[in-house]
């Protein structure tokens, strides 16, 4: 079957740094993504790796090995408004996407 | 990024009624569309795939008499919940690929529907 595996809730300080994890197992792959997902709001588009290494988007990056079907978000210089939900998804053959549980970050002053 | 909206971004109504959510994509144009519904605290459940000037394709288990997908135009797709009871109550998000080859889903803002 298809899975994606992600922690379910992660604890870190404003200011400070968090790499959230995801491991999948899917039938093909056509990209990952992660998508934040406020309290209440529908999720918000973060990033999108198909190649192997690390993508760079000011304080977010995300990573990718296909080879080990992982991928991390790191988030840099924690601010408080980044408590929110971060959800992993991956794009299957059929470009269906796969979606994690999500890993609900709270981030403490 | 690409603009997707939905509405109503709320809506409460009586059991038995049915109710109709929109969704259009706002500065682009959109084959495809998904529908969504995600309970409190659980993650996005795909419902239907909904295509422009087809029939929508419905996951396992989705009942397609009850939740109606139209994809009339290449900017709005509708969700109606026909005859809607408490157990429907949940929120209703629509996404829309877009980019060069059409990678990434944007969402629109999502609609909670209440069951009394």
């Known amino acids: 079957g298809q899975n994606i595996d992600q922690p379910t809730e992660m604890t870190a300080t404003e200011g400070a740094i968090v790499q959230i994890n995801c491991t999948y197992q899917t039938s093909g792959f056509n990209g990952l993504f992660w998508y934040q997902q406020h309290a209440g709001e529908a999720p918000t588009f973060l990033s999108y790796?198909?190649l192997d290494g690390l993508e760079e988007k000011g304080r977010f990056s995300s990573f990718l090995s296909r080879s080990k079907g992982y991928s991390y978000l790191l988030l840099k210089e924690l601010q408080m408004k980044d408590s929110a939900s971060y959800l992993c998804a991956v794009s299957d053959s059929n470009y269906q996407l796969i979606w994690g549980a999500g890993t609900k970050l709270i981030i403490k002053p | 990024g690409a603009v997707v909206s939905q509405h109503p971004s709320w809506v409460i109504c009586k059991s038995g009624t049915s109710v109709k959510i929109e969704c259009r994509s706002l500065?682009?144009?959109?084959?495809?569309m998904f529908w969504y519904r995600q309970f409190p605290k659980q993650s996005l459940m795909l419902m239907a795939t909904s295509n422009e000037g087809s029939k929508a394709t419905y996951e396992q288990g989705v009942e397609k008499d009850k939740f109606l997908i139209n994809h009339a135009s290449l900017t709005l797709s509708t969700l109606t919940v026909t005859s809607a009871h408490p157990e429907d109550s949940s929120f209703y998000i629509c996404s829309a690929p877009w980019g060069t080859d059409q990678e990434t889903q944007y969402f629109g803002p999502g609609t909670r529907l209440l069951v009394l």
């Open positions: 500065d682009f144009q959109a084959t495809t």
């Open positions: 790796n198909v």
